[in-house]
């Protein structure tokens, strides 16, 4: 076994040994609310949201973008466990702002060992046995936070499965300050009717 799987599962075993009255949670979040946020492994959204387990749903990938999938957890969050507000939350310092889909489809021709980047942009080992598939693919990618933060909450809202009472509000996370920024024209946007 590798260091990290040790680790994890010591990790768990000491969670589970404490884990008490938890198997008594209820499936529908006890707050009523879903997240979606980044998986950059800087942001804890519990701490930053001040959630305990059982509180809200919390939805991540890369760039915390309105992807199909990210739409159909947050569809799932209302229609059967009941949310009733959604947060969509990007993060300063977004690795999603530092590339665009013609350098990953490029990066994934060349190979799929994993890339470097240093201040001239992002290189490929190309030691071969990449792939063009990745030009197929819209990686979402960020080239102006505040935008996409509106574009997410305009698409999730434009969504014909979500209802108009849902509102969904609009943030950046400082990865310096820690500190919650509201995306006034994302909420406006988000507004529930």
């Given amino acids: 076994m590798s260091k990290v799987v040790d680790e994890v599962t010591a990790a768990n075993s000491k969670y589970a040994s404490n884990f008490g009255d938890k198997a008594n949670l209820p499936m ?3 707050r009523q609310f879903a997240i979606l ?3 950059d492994a800087r942001l804890d959204p519990a701490k930053y949201a001040g959630l305990a387990e059982g509180d809200a749903h919390v939805i991540r990938n890369a760039g915390g973008r309105a992807s199909d999938d990210a739409i ?3 569809v799932i ?3 059967l466990l009941g949310t009733k507000e959604w947060f969509v939350i990007h993060h300063t310092d977004c690795g999603m702002e530092t590339f665009n889909n ?3 489809s490029e990066l994934l021709s060349g190979s799929l060992k994993t890339s470097s980047v240093d201040a001239s942009g992002w290189h490929d080992s190309n030691a071969g ?3 063009t598939d990745g030009k197929y693919i819209n990686w979402l990618t960020i080239s102006d936070n ?4 509106v574009e997410d909450v305009v698409r999730i809202k434009s969504n014909s499965m979500v209802p108009a009472e849902i509102p969904v509000y609009g943030y950046i996370y400082d990865c310096k300050t820690g500190e919650l920024v ?3 024209e994302a909420t406006a946007a988000g507004k529930a009717s």
């Fill in 72 to 74: 159909r957890s947050l």
């Fill in 182 to 184: 509201e995306i006034p």
């Fill in 28 to 30: 529908p979040p006890g």
């Fill in 37 to 39: 946020t980044c998986m």
């Fill in 129 to 131: 046995g990449g792939t």
């Fill in 77 to 79: 969050s209302y229609k």
């Fill in 146 to 149: 505040a935008k996409s933060v």
């Fill in 102 to 104: 013609d350098i990953m």
